[in-house]
């Protein structure tokens, strides 16, 4: 099955059809900024991100080339993965590994920033609340699988780690996730009760 959206970026580049630039700007951008904020902890900083990868692909420096292994989401991901890790380099901030700075820092934005609305209304789910106290790597490598429906091989592309690595991350972020939402689940009913 071709990939529509690879197809639509290659005539953007050859056509110079700034449609086909905006479908793909429309269709990703939200998800783009949800992703990049897991990096970066800031919701302006994820949207300006996002523009900036938006800005690579318009500007056609990032070379796409169809596969039949790598979709262009897979693609378009790891070049705002390392737009993030760029940023994060210039500006010597680590990652964090703790779950519980990037959920509250989404919560404290929600108040300022209309993205914030955004990603504090997908916090509301209680899978995405439980996600707030696993380890970072294990949020991001789930948030993909989970939230944009990838494939452990495209993820495992995106966080830059072997299939292997890829599917024993997945597997040690769903016991966490399991865990860390049966903790959430007997707290609640603890209060309740």
């Known amino acids: 099955m071709p990939d529509i959206d690879g197809q639509l970026f290659i005539h953007f580049l050859n056509d110079d059809a700034q449609d086909a630039l905006e479908v793909l700007f429309n269709k990703y951008r939200d998800s783009l900024i949800l992703f ?22 318009a500007s056609g420096t990032a070379r796409y080339k169809e596969k039949k292994d790598a979709s262009f989401k897979t693609w378009l991901f790891a070049v705002a993965k390392n737009q993030a890790l760029l940023y994060l380099r210039k500006h ?77 991350i997945l597997a040690r972020g769903k016991e966490a996730l399991r865990i860390a939402y049966e903790h959430m689940s007997h707290t609640h009913l603890a209060r309740e009760g």
């Open 36 to 57: 990049l904020y897991g990096y970066v902890q800031n919701a302006d900083v994820a949207e300006e991100l996002m523009m900036d990868t938006f800005a690579i692909l």
């Open 92 to 168: 010597k901030i680590k990652l964090v590994s703790s779950g519980n700075d990037l959920l509250n820092n989404i919560e404290a934005d929600a108040e300022f920033h209309p993205i914030g609305m955004l990603l504090k209304n997908e916090i509301d789910s209680q899978v995405y609340r439980a996600m707030k106290s696993i380890d970072a790597e294990y949020r991001n490598a789930l948030f993909l699988l989970y939230f944009e429906n990838m494939k452990p091989e495209q993820i495992s592309r995106i966080i830059k780690k072997s299939i292997k690595q890829t599917y024993n």
